[in-house]
């Protein structure tokens, strides 16, 4: 009886363990899908810069509170950041290219971490059926 | 109670897997560097500033962070090894 109660307390922690590592997952998919919409944000506005022309007026901010009109100068270089606190200058087409590389990258991982939750789903309703058909025997 | 004893291991085996991811991105990054058009400028962020470099400069830097990296790497498995643990 002891050794029953002990199998479904395992199991129980198991299935706990399991919907915390669901949780996780799901938390890493929301940062992704922030990072995703930054990128696309970036991509978008440096297409609005372009089509805006070189020789306008922007504001740029400084800090979270003030922002400073500044002129375009130039907008065949693209100063952009390729990790590990390094930025290269790259011509307006290659940081577009690499900005979409790179969504396309996350959205590759951010597919992977999806079905690893369908996978951990699909352990978790295992732990159940086979709680349930040991209760089945039992009677 | 087996569950919370791991904990402070898992711990240790996440970080291990963090530092190698990043020590796999930094590769990348020097790998691109190699690949950009001379000429091209390169920039090292500090945070609220960022300053111009250049390729020899930002390579130097990328070194010193692998070796910092990789030193914290070694450290970590030697903790997991006398945990009894492999990463």
Same mark, same amino acid.
């Given at each position: 009886m002891a050794e029953k109660k002990e199998t479904q307390v395992r199991v129980e922690d198991q299935v706990r363990a399991l919907i915390a590592q669901i949780e996780s997952i799901r938390a890493e998919i929301s940062a992704l899908d922030a990072a995703i919409n930054a990128l696309r944000q970036t991509v978008a506005t440096l297409r609005t810069l372009?089509? +805006?022309?070189?020789?306008?007026?922007? /504001?740029?901010?400084?800090?979270? #509170?003030?922002?400073?009109?500044m002129k375009i100068e130039n907008l065949d270089r693209i100063v952009v950041s390729v990790g590990q606190? #390094?930025?290269?200058? +790259?011509?307006?087409? @290659?940081?577009?290219?690499?900005? @979409?590389?790179? #969504? @396309?990258?996350? /959205?590759? +991982?951010? /597919?992977? +971490? @999806?079905q690893t939750i369908a996978?951990?789903?699909?352990? #978790?309703e295992q732990l159940i059926q086979g709680k349930q058909e040991q209760k089945e025997e039992n009677k | 109670?087996?569950?919370?004893?791991?904990?402070?291991?898992?711990?240790? =085996?996440?970080?291990? !897997?963090?530092? $190698?991811?990043?020590?796999? !991105?930094? %590769?990348? =990054? $020097? %790998?691109?560097?190699?690949?950009?058009?001379?000429?091209?400028?390169?920039?090292?962020?500090?945070?609220? =500033?960022m =300053?111009?470099?250049?390729?020899?400069?930002?390579?130097?830097?990328?070194?010193? $962070?692998?070796?910092?990296?990789k030193a914290a790497l070694l450290e970590l498995e030697a903790k997991l090894t006398s945990a009894g643990l492999k990463a």
């Open positions: 372009k089509r +805006l022309g070189q020789g306008k007026n922007v /504001l740029i901010p400084v800090g979270s #509170i003030a922002q400073v009109e606190n #390094i930025s290269a200058e +790259l011509s307006y087409d @290659e940081a577009i290219k690499y900005i @979409e590389d790179e #969504i @396309e990258r996350i /959205l590759a +991982l951010r /597919l992977v +971490l @999806e996978d951990l789903y699909t352990q #978790i | 109670m087996e569950l919370n004893k791991s904990n402070p291991q898992e711990a240790i =085996v996440l970080q291990l !897997q963090l530092i $190698k991811a990043e020590l796999e !991105q930094l %590769e990348k =990054v $020097k %790998e691109f560097l190699k690949n950009l058009e001379p000429g091209r400028k390169i920039y090292i962020n500090l945070g609220e =500033v =300053v111009e470099s250049n390729y020899l400069e930002a390579i130097q830097y990328l070194d010193e $962070k692998e070796k910092e990296l």
